[in-house]
């Protein structure tokens, strides 16, 4: 790189100092075995191989010290030294709970299920933190999770780069046009977590256009607008159901348990896209029952009601699994359904027929369909007058 540094650009220069050493090179064998009988203690399995690679190829000893300047955590013993910020840092996941000195709270929290961090800091929580427990002779942490980076241009988007004004992605902005929500969502749908991604506005609007405005806001909107055109506002009893109604409650009530799977192995995209596989067959509900059809024919008034219930019921199964990633929406969506005082339990998404009682009011839309290219050109323009700016 020139001699400057890979990540940041800047310069690098020869320094010398005394110093303190870790011995971490007597672990290497102890973490090599670690990963090899617990290889989910480090995931993904990328990250792992990098970290075995790299105690393969020889453990040097770790600086766990500076003289260089006097800010920081003196070494006990010996105050002209401060402790290298890692060593300090790291210990503060057992310190921050009175550890090990105060048994029954160290006890109590330790060691963590997981530790979540950027890839780039995974080798001080893979290897340095566990080296440290076992010369402490604590327990491990049980995992740790290493995700990927937000990637600009091939690049990783850096608060140092976006300060000269070589890139900028401004979330703030972002929010401020189409809300925590929507942003939100596309980032933990968009991206397989554990890998980086590339961002970009065009990416953004059509996730933001397709998933939300078009599969859940018109969904939404949709079935409050029937329920008050057909059944005058009142969520309606279901005493008729056929194969079609089986399809769509099984699904329905199916999803929560897949959800949770998901969520479990940290595959946010995939938990989403569980949720989103009910809203799909949610809106295909619609084009087969053809409740505008059922609407004209009286005799067929209880099939309608039982399709503006199911409808509702799915939509309120929704509103609770979205809650992770999206509560605001979840809260618009249930005062629309009629569940503003009921809180979302997610026990309840399990059950399919909850909503007795309920009255239906049509809100705003929960997500206006964008103009794309309009919105790349004002979102251009507003990523210019911030260079300009820097």
Same mark, same amino acid.
């Given at each position: ?148 980076? @937000?990637? &600009? ?8 780069? =976006?300060? %000269?004004?070589? *890139?900028?992605?401004? $979330?703030? +902005? ?95 995209? @995939?938990? &989403? ?8 067959? =949610?809106? %295909?509900?619609? *084009?087969?029952?053809? $409740?505008? +059809? ?97």
């Amino acid at each position: 790189m020139d001699g400057n540094c890979p990540d940041c650009g800047r310069p690098v220069m020869k320094a010398s100092e005394e110093a303190y050493f870790f011995r971490m090179s007597k672990y290497a064998d102890k973490l090599l075995e670690l990963f090899r009988e617990n290889p989910d203690f480090l995931v993904p399995e990328s990250r792992r191989n990098e970290m075995v690679a790299f105690v393969e190829q020889g453990m040097e000893d770790l600086c766990i010290s500076r003289t260089s300047f006097d800010w920081g955590i003196p070494v006990p013993n010996d105050p002209k030294h401060v402790m290298y910020v890692w060593v300090d840092a790291l210990s503060n996941y057992v310190t921050a709970l009175g550890g090990p000195d105060d048994c029954d709270k160290f006890n109590k929290y330790w060691p963590c299920d997981c530790h979540l961090v950027g890839k780039e800091i995974v080798r001080f929580h893979s290897l340095i933190w566990p080296a440290m427990l076992m010369s402490a002779d604590l327990p491990l942490p049980k995992q740790v999770r290493g995700h990927g980076w @937000l990637l &600009l241009g091939g690049e990783k988007v850096s608060k140092s780069k =976006a300060a %000269k004004g070589e *890139d900028i992605i401004d $979330p703030v +902005i972002l929010i401020d046009r189409y809300g925590i929500d929507a942003l939100k969502f596309f980032l933990l749908r968009e991206y397989t977590f554990g890998q980086d991604g590339s961002f970009t506005n065009e990416v953004m609007l059509k996730r933001m256009n397709f998933d939300l405005a078009n599969d859940l806001g018109n969904l939404l909107s949709r079935t409050v607008s029937m329920i008050e055109k057909y059944c005058g506002g009142e969520v309606p009893a279901a005493t008729t159901r056929d194969e079609i109604d089986d399809d769509l409650i099984e699904l329905a009530t199916g999803v929560a348990s897949k959800v949770e799977e998901r969520m479990n192995e940290f595959q946010f995209n @995939l938990a &989403l896209e569980e949720i989103w596989t009910l809203i799909r067959r =949610a809106n %295909k509900y619609i *084009d087969e029952k053809t $409740p505008w +059809i059922l609407a004209k024919d009286e005799s067929k008034k209880a099939e309608l009601d039982t399709v503006m219930r199911n409808l509702a019921e799915s939509l309120r199964i929704v509103s609770i699994l979205i809650i992770p990633y999206m509560h605001t929406t979840s809260d618009r969506m249930r005062e629309q359904l009629g569940l503003a005082d009921v809180e979302g339990v997610w026990e309840d998404a399990f059950e399919f027929y909850k909503m007795d009682g309920c009255r239906a009011k049509k809100g705003d839309q929960l997500f206006p369909r964008i103009d794309i290219d309009k919105e790349l050109e004002a979102l251009y323009a507003l990523s210019e007058e911030l260079k300009a700016q820097k």
